[in-house]
């Protein structure tokens, strides 16, 4: 039987690239019975896709758009509490969305975009997780208390020029990740990390202030996986049986093996 059946899904960043995906690719997992909460920024994108969604697998899964800041703590508050009875018992929490603004090295680093970066990547996905942990916790009773997957990166792993801040962002993540999972050992709830590489999406074109050729440029010569190849791993993880923790994932495209090997064809 599938073992996503009757799950409620909350992700964030749902808007575009890995998140969207990641909703897609669930409600084509379990178009019998799903319950999606997709948040963003950006709303309108959020109904289009939930259109979207139902009008590809039918409308035994069931979707809920959230405009949602995850930088902005008072939001964060104020979103579980006034989730709708029929959405909140979440079983899921996808902490994907997340961003850097700009390439630049110290010390000519904008604070501006050093505040973003952290306010969302970090604070922003710590507070998510506070603010969901509570209905998993209360539901612990032995099995299946909840899945909390943090989207990490490679750059968490290893720092390259230009990407201080987002490194240093992902690497909080990283940290983050790998203490909660000690910290909720007596529970049933299990946190998985996930990190990419290079995956094409509006990433690049957000780090670079929506300068499209730029961005287009770091793509130019390899083949970078699609946010469809995260979420299939993403969907695979929270798919499996409930004593099996996918903990800790790292991915690349064929062409990638570092954040900084990689072999560009000329
Ligand atoms: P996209 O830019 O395509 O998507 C980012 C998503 O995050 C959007 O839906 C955006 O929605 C949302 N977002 C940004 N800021 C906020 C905010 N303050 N509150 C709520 N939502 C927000 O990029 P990706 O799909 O690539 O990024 C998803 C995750 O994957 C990020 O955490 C990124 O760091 C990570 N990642 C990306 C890689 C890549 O190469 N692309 C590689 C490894 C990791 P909106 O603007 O509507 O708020
Ligand atoms: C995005 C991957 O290497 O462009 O997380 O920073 S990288």
């Given at each position: 039987?599938?073992?996503?059946?009757?799950?409620?899904?909350?992700?964030?960043?749902?808007?575009?690239?890995?998140?969207?995906?990641?909703a897609?690719?669930?409600?084509?997992?379990?178009?019998?019975?799903?319950?999606?909460?997709?948040?963003?920024?950006?709303?309108?994108?959020?109904?289009?896709?939930?259109?979207?969604?139902?009008?590809?697998?039918?409308?035994?899964?069931?979707?809920?758009?959230v405009?949602?800041?995850?930088?902005?703590?008072?939001?964060?508050?104020?979103?579980?509490?006034?989730?709708?009875?029929e959405?909140?018992?979440?079983?899921?929490?996808?902490?994907?969305?997340?961003?850097?603004?700009?390439?630049?090295?110290?010390?000519?680093?904008?604070?501006?975009?050093?505040?973003?970066?952290?306010?969302?990547?970090?604070?922003?996905?710590?507070?998510?997780?506070?603010?969901?942990?509570?209905?998993?916790?209360?539901?612990?009773k032995?099995n299946?208390?909840?899945?909390?997957?943090?989207?990490?990166?490679?750059?968490?792993?290893?720092?390259?020029?230009?990407?201080?801040?987002?490194?240093?962002?992902?690497?909080?993540v990283?940290?983050?990740?790998?203490?909660?999972?000690?910290?909720?050992?007596?529970?049933?709830?299990?946190?998985?990390?996930i990190?990419?590489?290079?995956?094409?999406?509006?990433?690049?074109?957000?780090?670079?202030?929506?300068?499209?050729?730029?961005?287009?440029?770091?793509?130019?010569?390899?083949?970078?996986?699609?946010?469809?190849?995260?979420?299939?791993?993403?969907?695979?993880?929270?798919?499996?049986?409930e004593?099996?923790?996918?903990?800790?994932?790292?991915?690349?495209?064929?062409?990638?093996?570092?954040a900084?090997?990689?072999?560009?064809?000329?």
């Amino acid at each position: 039987s599938n073992r996503l059946r009757g799950k409620t899904i909350l992700i964030t960043g749902a808007s575009s690239g890995i998140g969207r995906s990641t909703a897609f690719e669930f409600a084509r997992s379990c178009p019998e019975d799903l319950k999606l909460i997709l948040t963003a920024r950006r709303i309108n994108s959020l109904k289009q896709i939930a259109t979207d969604i139902i009008k590809e697998v039918g409308n035994g899964v069931k979707v809920l758009p959230v405009q949602l800041d995850v930088s902005d703590a008072e939001q964060i508050r104020g979103f579980v509490g006034n989730l709708p009875t029929e959405y909140k018992e979440v079983d899921v929490l996808v902490n994907n969305a997340g961003l850097v603004k700009g390439m630049a090295k110290a010390p000519d680093i904008a604070e501006e975009d050093m505040n973003i970066t952290f306010a969302t990547n970090v604070t922003g996905l710590i507070n998510m997780t506070q603010a969901v942990l509570p209905i998993m916790l209360k539901r612990n009773k032995g099995n299946g208390a909840g899945d909390i997957i943090n989207i990490g990166s490679i750059a968490g792993r290893e720092g390259y020029v230009g990407g201080s801040i987002y490194c240093a962002s992902k690497a909080a993540v990283r940290a983050f990740t790998d203490a909660l999972r000690k910290e909720l050992i007596s529970t049933r709830i299990r946190v998985i990390g996930i990190d990419p590489g290079q995956v094409e999406t509006e990433f690049s074109v957000v780090r670079f202030y929506g300068d499209k050729a730029r961005a287009d440029a770091v793509y130019a010569g390899v083949e970078p996986l699609t946010p469809e190849d995260v979420a299939e791993v993403i969907v695979f993880a929270v798919g499996r049986r409930e004593n099996v923790v996918i903990a800790d994932t790292l991915m690349f495209p064929n062409h990638q093996a570092s954040a900084t090997v990689l072999h560009r064809k000329p």
